[in-house]
């Protein structure tokens, strides 16, 4: 079984930083980490290849700096990874993310499952791997919470829904993006640390994977940030210090005056 992980290096949520003109995310001079979500899509992947043999391959579009999410991705027991990296590439919307993603897959070929985190931390969206699998015409089973068995060319998955879980059955190759539910993340080890500083990674472009350079980019990227800006926070609070049985009783009056005025009694 080859299965391939999409993976996002991403900016630690305490360092991210929007361009205001362009509107999107600075991530020079920023200390980034795999998407901690992606990490639950590593996992399963590992676990499926421990239980029925097979490939791991974790791909990534960014700049070279995203080569570090590849190897800790490999240390932590992937095979090989593929990095998509190309200036033309940058400013890639979701769409456009998935329309390159979905190219490179291709190329790697041969696949049987394409398993994604269920969203990015930076954008928040989820829309990359039902992106994926709309671009390569597999079926697709989102918030995957569990992978039942995998038995003649069929998968069957359990995923949350509203309410409760839905079971389904896909025919493979298919696209599943999972939750948290799925699985826990092992941590790199220094047997796959080692495996990983050897291994070389591929580094392909636009013209190595076949996409069009107008579907890629802040030109191929039909989504266009308007404006972005820091919400202001407008709500005034009254602090009440209670020192005394006075004050005490000031305090209870003050409460049940506003209580009262918001009409919450």
Not at 68 to 76: D, G, N, P, S
Not at 148 to 170: A, M
Request: contains cysteine; charged residues 30%.
């Amino acid at each position: 079984m080859k299965i391939v992980v999409p993976i996002k290096q991403v900016p630690e949520t305490s360092n991210v930083k929007m361009d205001p003109k362009t509107g999107t995310m600075v991530r020079e001079g920023v200390e980034s980490i795999i998407n901690p979500l992606d990490l639950y899509a590593i996992e399963e992947a590992i676990r499926l290849k421990e239980k029925s043999g097979g490939q791991v391959i974790v791909i990534s579009m960014g700049p070279e700096k995203a080569l570090e999410a590849i190897k800790e991705a490999i240390a932590m027991g992937c095979d090989d990874g593929v990095l998509l990296s190309d200036k033309k590439f940058a400013g890639s919307d979701t769409w456009a993310t998935s329309c390159v993603l979905a190219h490179a897959i291709k190329k790697i070929g041969d696949f049987d499952l394409v398993i994604c985190g269920e969203r990015a931390t930076d954008g928040d969206t989820g829309q990359v791997g039902p992106g994926i699998a709309s671009f390569l015409d597999l079926p697709l089973s989102t918030f995957t919470s569990e992978i039942i068995s995998i038995d003649e060319g069929k998968i069957q998955v359990r995923r949350l829904v509203e309410g409760g879980y839905e079971e389904l059955e896909l025919k493979l190759p298919a696209v599943l993006t999972v939750v948290k539910e799925i699985s826990d993340p092992r941590l790199p080890t220094l047997r796959g640390k080692l495996r990983a500083k050897g291994v070389e990674i591929p580094v392909w472009g636009p013209q190595d994977i076949g996409v069009d350079e107008e579907n890629i980019g802040l030109k191929g990227s039909p989504t266009r940030v308007v404006k972005i800006f820091t919400p202001k926070v407008t709500r005034e609070g009254e602090m009440i210090t209670v020192n005394d049985e006075k004050s005490l009783e000031e305090a209870v009056d003050k409460i049940m005056e506003f209580l009262i005025k918001k009409e919450l009694i």
